[in-house]
């Protein structure tokens, strides 16, 4: 395992399937692992809003016997000048772990270089790598494996979408995406990808056509328009992401058997209709779970306990 847990590209190759095999195991033995790591403790420091990051590591740290510590933004002395890095000393100090969400990637960056416990990326601006990974142990439990699937993300070259990129690359899944001229991925995560798909034999696909995205796809995804950080470029966002909203006829474009992925929150209407993430192929509340199951995995991997 690597020191810190900031980018599923982190990983060595087997790495991810190990501790997706870990997560399923805790998802299916949960009993058996609960005194894993009493008597360790998880530092969780939130610059933005969370429901599934917060209580997905506070009840999963709890379950394997430890405990967690909520840290806002607002109430540290950060918002006060104390710097980055006194601040990952000094809590190195208190607890085993630390998992950061932030707006600045290079604050987790930071924070990491400074900390002398594991740092886990619980989102940045530009990358979600603990969601990647209930990404794919939702795709992995529908399918009973990865290899040879092919996920579709349709809609705004994001945080979510780098890191499931990077992911599908790390793993040898294809992944096709369509997004709007001006909100395709970042040019250095697709050369990233790229790199560690010729490895895995990966297909990565960017486009603007959603239809071509989805076509023969086992899965398909998407995220909300308007990220957290991005409010005030809302109303241009609805206009520019017209005609990417997932819906039945494009689910119908999908594998007769294709399941529909979602990180949450979402907006029906926008990024996908009721019809569909209410629907008989969503796995959205499956995928919710894992967070928890693949982040207890990765917390026992990083303190070496599993
Ligand atoms: N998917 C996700 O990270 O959800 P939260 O913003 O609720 O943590
Ligand atoms: N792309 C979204 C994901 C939220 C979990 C955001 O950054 O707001």
Redesign the pocket.
């Known amino acids: 395992m690597p020191e810190h847990f900031i980018s599923i590209a982190d990983l060595e190759e087997g790495q991810l399937e190990s501790i997706l095999e870990l997560a399923l195991e805790l998802e299916a033995r949960p009993q058996a692992h609960r005194d894993a790591l009493r008597g360790q403790s998880i530092g969780l420091y939130f610059e ?9 590591f506070e009840a999963g740290m709890a379950q394997l016997g430890g405990q967690p510590i909520f840290l806002s933004s607002r109430d540290l002395q950060i918002g006060r000048g104390e710097t980055i890095a006194d601040t990952a000393r000094v809590l190195s100090r208190y607890v085993n772990l630390l998992m950061l ?1 932030t707006f600045e990637h290079s604050t987790v960056v930071e924070m990491a270089e400074h900390a002398t416990v594991p740092v886990i990326n ?2 940045t601006d530009e990358l ?1 790598p ?2 990647a990974l209930a990404d794919l142990m939702t795709v992995h439990q529908e399918f009973g494996g990865l290899r040879g699937r092919r996920i579709a993300y349709v809609g705004d070259g994001n945080n ?1 979408a780098h890191s499931l990129m990077i992911a599908c690359a790390r793993a040898g899944v294809d992944f096709s995406i369509a997004s709007p001229p001006g909100y395709e991925v970042a040019g250095k995560y697709l050369d990233l990808a790229g790199g560690l798909a010729a490895g895995t034999g990966a297909g990565i696909e960017t486009g603007t056509d959603p239809r071509a995205a989805a076509a023969g796809a086992d899965a398909v995804y998407s995220d909300v328009w308007t990220s ?1 950080g991005q409010e005030q470029e809302q109303e241009q966002r609805l206009a520019d992401f017209d005609g990417y909203t997932v819906d039945d006829d494009l689910m119908s474009r999908a594998s007769d058997d294709a399941i529909y992925l979602h ?3 979402c907006h029906r209407g926008e990024e996908v209709t009721a019809s569909v993430v209410d629907g008989p192929r969503s796995r959205v509340f499956d995928q ?1 779970e894992n ?1 928890m199951h693949t982040q207890k995995a990765v917390m026992l991997r990083l303190l070496d306990r599993a």
């Open positions: 933005k809003a969370s429901t599934r990051t917060r209580v997905s969400r619980g989102l979600h603990c969601q979510v957290m990180c949450l929150p919710a967070r």
